[in-house]
C-alpha cells in the first residue's frame, strides 16, 4: 500500500471529505423541513392540492437522482438558474430527499392511533396542540428507523455528486487515482470510509430510537 | 426560456432504443439479486456460524458502500485480477451483487414476519422441515416481500443510471451524448426523466397488480 | 311499538331529536329521539351493530349526524343553527367549547402514551381551561384521586393495568368538569377481574350525581345502575324504559326478549 500517496493527498481527501459533509448534512436538513412542510400540507389541505402533492412525491421517486441533478445543473442555465457544482448538489438534494422524508412524516401522522386523537378533540384541544403535544412526541418512535435509514442512503448518493464536478469524496479520490495511475488502494480505502460512516450513522440512529422510545418500556 | 418539443420528438427514438439497455442492467441485475439473495438469507440464517457470519459482512458492505464506488472498484479492479468481462455484463453483476444485500433482508424480514405458530404446527403434524419451507415458509417469504422485492426492481431502474459513469450506453449516458451535439440538456434530461418516471410507474402498478393477485384469502 | 315517547321536558340537559345516521349505503342510526335529563344514567344496550356507539358519538359529534339535532342545555352540537340546507358545521373553535362539556371515555382509553396519567389529566386543563401549571397539576391530582389512583400519577400507561388506564381515562374527562359523561364500552376491553374497579369508580360518580351516557355490555350495572335503559336494535331505537320494566319481568318486545335471552343462558343477569 502507497501510502505516501494519502499523506501528499492528504489536504485535498479531507477537504474532500467535508464537502461531503456539507451536502449530506445540507440537504438532508433542507428535505426534513421541506419533507414535514410537505407532509403537513398535505394532512390539511383539499382535494387539489393533495393530487398536486402525490405527483409531485410519484415524479421524484420515480425518477433517478442522477437526472434530476442534470436537470437542475445542466438546465438550470436555460431557467435562468445559474448554480455552482455544491449549490446544485445540495439544492437537488433537498428536492430530491423532500418526498421521501414526506412519506416517512405522513406514515408517522397516521401510526398515532386514531382514538387517541379523539380523546384529545373530546377535550377541547386545538389540531395544532394535537400536533405539537400528541402527534409529533409520539410518531418519533416509529419514524427515527427509516429516517435514519434514508439519512444514510443520502450519504452513500453524495457520491453521485463527483458527475457533475462536485469536489467532494469520490471525486477527490478520482483525482488522485487518475494522476498517480493507482486505482486499488484508493478505492477500497474509499469503501472502507463510506462503510464505517454508515455503521457510526446506524449506531447514532440506534441510539436516538432507544432514547425515543424509553417511555414505552415497562419498568 | 424556450423549451422545445421539437428537439424531444426528433431525439425520442435515441432515448427509447437507449431505455433498452436500462431495462436489460435493472433486470437482469434483478435476477442475480434474487438467486443471490435467496442464497444470503439462507446463509444468514443458518446455525453455522461461519456462513452466517460470512453473509452478515457481505450485507452490511454492500449496503453501507455506494453503488457508484462499487461500480467503479468493480471495473478497476476486474482486469486486476484477470477478469476481462465486457463492460455491460462488470455492471450487471455489479449492479446485482449490491443489490442482492438488500434482498436477502428483504427475504429475511418476510420470514420472521410469519407468525411462529405455523411452523409449530407444522412440525406438530410431523412436516419435514424442507417441506416446511419449500411449502408453507418461502411461498408465504415472497408474497409478503413483493412490495418490497417490486421496489428494489424499481430502484435498479432508477440506479442503472450510474453505469453511464462507466460509459455503459445507456439511458443517463445517451442523454449526456445527445445534449453534447445538440445543446438543449433541459428537454433532454426531461424526456429522460420522463422515461424513467413511465417505466417506474408501470413497474409500480404491475406489482400493486400482482401484490393483489398473490394476496391471500 | 313499545317506545316511551319521552316528554320534552324543560329540565333535559341532552335531547335527541329525530335523529339520523348513514355511512353510505348502510344506515347506523334512524329517527332516534331521546332526552337524558339531568343526574340521569341512561344505558344503552343492544346487539353489536345496533348502533348504540354511534349515537353516543353523535352526542359529542364525533360522528357528524345528519338529519335531526342534538341539543346540550338547548343548544345545537355541532352544526349551525338554523334551516338552511346543507347544514354548515360550527368553527372549529365552538365545537371544542361544546366538547368541553361532554366528558368521553372510551373502549380502548385512548391515553396518550408518551405522557405520565398526571399528564394526561392535566394536559386539557392546561391548554384548553387554561389553568397555570400547579393549578392543573392541583386539579388533576383531584381527579385522579376520585378514581383512587392518586398513587399512580407519575406512572406512564404502558406501566398501568387496563383498568387502572381506563381510570385514568376517567380522570382525563372529570377533570374538565363535563355537564355530561358519555362512556362507550368502557369496562370491553378488560380483563374480567379488571371490570369491577372501572364499574366501582362509575358507580361513584352517578351517586354524586353525575348525567351519564354509557353504552355497555354489563347487564348487571345496566339493572342496578341506570335510571333508564335504551334497547336499539338495527338503528332503531326500540324500548326507553327503567331497568325494572326491561330486566324485572318478561319484555314485550320479540328483540329485547331474544337479546335478554342470550344473556341469561351465559347468567349474566
Known amino acids: 500500500m502507497e501510502l505516501d500517496l494519502f499523506v501528499r493527498y492528504g489536504p485535498d481527501l479531507l477537504r474532500g471529505f467535508g464537502v461531503t459533509i456539507l451536502c449530506w448534512i445540507a440537504g438532508s ?42 436537470i437542475l445543473y445542466y438546465g438550470g442555465p436555460y431557467m435562468g438558474l445559474v448554480l ?52 409529533l412526541p409520539q410518531m418519533l418512535v416509529p419514524i427515527t428507523a427509516p429516517l435514519t435509514n434514508f439519512i444514510i442512503i443520502l450519504s452513500k448518493e453524495t457520491a453521485i455528486l463527483s458527475v457533475v464536478t462536485v469536489p467532494e469524496l469520490l471525486y477527490e479520490t478520482q483525482t488522485m487515482a487518475a494522476e498517480t495511475f493507482t486505482y486499488i488502494e484508493p478505492f477500497l480505502v474509499l469503501s472502507l470510509f463510506y462503510w464505517l460512516m454508515v455503521i457510526v450513522t446506524s449506531w447514532l440512529g440506534g441510539r436516538v430510537e432507544a432514547r425515543v422510545t424509553r417511555h414505552l418500556k415497562r419498568t | ?29 434483478m435476477a442475480i439479486s434474487m438467486v443471490l439473495g435467496v442464497l444470503l438469507c439462507a446463509a444468514r440464517l443458518t446455525p453455522n456460524l461461519a456462513l452466517s457470519a460470512f453473509a452478515r459482512f457481505y450485507i452490511s458492505f454492500f449496503r453501507g458502500v455506494p453503488l457508484l464506488v462499487q461500480l467503479l472498484m468493480f471495473f478497476y479492479m476486474l482486469p ?5 468481462l465486457p463492460a455491460i455484463a462488470a455492471a450487471i453483476l455489479a449492479t446485482g451483487m449490491c443489490s442482492a444485500a438488500y434482498t436477502a433482508e428483504i427475504l429475511r424480514g418476510a420470514l420472521q414476519a410469519i407468525p411462529k405458530g405455523q411452523a409449530e404446527a407444522a412440525e406438530a403434524l410431523g412436516i419435514p422441515s424442507l417441506a416446511l419451507w419449500r411449502r408453507i415458509l418461502v411461498p408465504q417469504a415472497i408474497r409478503l416481500g ?47 426523466a420522463a422515461i424513467y418516471f413511465v417505466i417506474n410507474f408501470v413497474l409500480s402498478r404491475f406489482g400493486r397488480l400482482a401484490e393483489k393477485r398473490l394476496q391471500i384469502g | 311499538m313499545t317506545t316511551q315517547t319521552p316528554s320534552a321536558t324543560a329540565e333535559a340537559l341532552i335531547s335527541v331529536r329525530n335523529m339520523s345516521k348513514s355511512f353510505k349505503d348502510f344506515e347506523a342510526l334512524r329517527d332516534i329521539t331521546l ?68 366528558g368521553m371515555v372510551f373502549q380502548q382509553f385512548n391515553l396518550w402514551p408518551h405522557l405520565t396519567a398526571l399528564e394526561n389529566v ?45 381510570r385514568v381515562a376517567i380522570a382525563r374527562a372529570i377533570a374538565m368538569e363535563p355537564r355530561v359523561m358519555l362512556f362507550d364500552e368502557p369496562t370491553s376491553a378488560l380483563d374480567p377481574e379488571l371490570v369491577g374497579e372501572v364499574l366501582t369508580v362509575m358507580k361513584e360518580m352517578a351517586a354524586e350525581g353525575m348525567t351519564m351516557v354509557v353504552v355497555t355490555h354489563e347487564m348487571g350495572f345496566a339493572a342496578h345502575v341506570a335510571d333508564r335503559v335504551a334497547f336499539l336494535d338495527k338503528g332503531r331505537l326500540v324500548t326507553l324504559a327503567p331497568p325494572a320494566d326491561i330486566f324485572g319481568r318478561e319484555p314485550d318486545d320479540p328483540r329485547v326478549r331474544s337479546f335478554l335471552q342470550t344473556y341469561r343462558e351465559r347468567n349474566v343477569v
Open chain 1, 29 to 70: 436538513l433542507g428535505g426534513l423541513v421541506l419533507g414535514f412542510a410537505i407532509a403537513c400540507l398535505y394532512r390539511w389541505s383539499i382535494r387539489p392540492v393533495r393530487w398536486v402533492i402525490e405527483g409531485y412525491v410519484e415524479l421524484i421517486r420515480g425518477t433517478p437522482f442522477m437526472i434530476q441533478l442534470f
Open chain 1, 84 to 135: 455552482t457544482p455544491v449549490q446544485a448538489g445540495i439544492i437537488s438534494f433537498v428536492v430530491y430527499g423532500s418526498p421521501y422524508f414526506a412519506e416517512i412524516f405522513r406514515s408517522g401522522f397516521n401510526a398515532v392511533p386514531k382514538g387517541q386523537i379523539e380523546a384529545a378533540r373530546c377535550v377541547g384541544l386545538s389540531e395544532a396542540r394535537i400536533m405539537r403535544r400528541i402527534i
Open chain 3, 35 to 102: 332526552d337524558v335529563n339531568r343526574s340521569e344514567v341512561v344505558c344503552l344496550i343492544g346487539p353489536s351493530g345496533s348502533g348504540k356507539s354511534t349515537l353516543l358519538r353523535c352526542l359529542n359529534f364525533l360522528e357528524a349526524y345528519d338529519t335531526g339535532e342534538v341539543r346540550l342545555e338547548g343548544e345545537l352540537i355541532g352544526w349551525q343553527e338554523g334551516t338552511a340546507q346543507p347544514r354548515r358545521r360550527v368553527a372549529a373553535g365552538t365545537l371544542r367549547r361544546q366538547r368541553q362539556h361532554i
Open chain 2, 146 to 192: 413483493l412490495p418490497s422485492l417490486v421496489n428494489e426492481l424499481i430502484l435498479l431502474v432508477k440506479v442503472s443510471s450510474l453505469a453511464s459513469v462507466v460509459g455503459i450506453g445507456e439511458l443517463t449516458r445517451v442523454s449526456q451524448n445527445i445534449t453534447g451535439e445538440t445543446y438543449r440538456p433541459l428537454e433532454i434530461y426531461v424526456a429522460a
Open chain 3, 122 to 166: 392535566a394536559e386539557a386543563l392546561i391548554q384548553v381551561k387554561g389553568l397555570g401549571k400547579k393549578a392543573a397539576q392541583e386539579a388533576a391530582m383531584a381527579a385522579l384521586a376520585k378514581v383512587h389512583l392518586s398513587d399512580k400519577a407519575q406512572n406512564h400507561p404502558a406501566n398501568l393495568s387496563g383498568g387502572q388506564q381506563q
Open chain 2, 80 to 84: 486486476y485480477v484477470g477478469l476481462d
Open chain 2, 1 to 29: 426560456m424556450d423549451f422545445s418539443f421539437d428537439v424531444i420528438a426528433h431525439n425520442l427514438p435515441y432515448l427509447l432504443a437507449a431505455a433498452r439497455w436500462t431495462l436489460l442492467i435493472s433486470v437482469a441485475g
